[in-house]
């Protein structure tokens, strides 16, 4: 990108948008699909660390609906 995102911004962004995530994946399966919640705080709002994780997740969900 050749703008800089500003990272408390996309924070605060994920913050709201990564329970709704974490719903949507358990509700899709809740007995396979297992999320990878980041141990500390720091963890947490670190957007590349949550960018990663959530994108795992969502791949596991995907996955398993492709699976049938």
């Known amino acids: 990108?050749?703008?800089r995102l500003n990272q408390s911004r996309y924070s605060s962004y994920f913050?709201?948008?990564?329970?709704?995530?974490e719903t949507i994946i358990m509700t899709i399966n809740k007995r396979t699909v297992k999320l990878e919640l980041p141990a500390n705080t720091e963890q947490r709002r670190s957007l590349s660390y949550l960018t990663e994780t959530y994108l795992a997740n969502l791949r596991k969900a995907i996955h398993f609906l492709k699976q049938g």
Do not use: K
Not at 15 to 21: I, K, R, S, T, Y
């Open 15 to 21: 913050d709201v948008l990564c329970p709704e995530l």
């Open 1 to 3: 990108m050749s703008h």
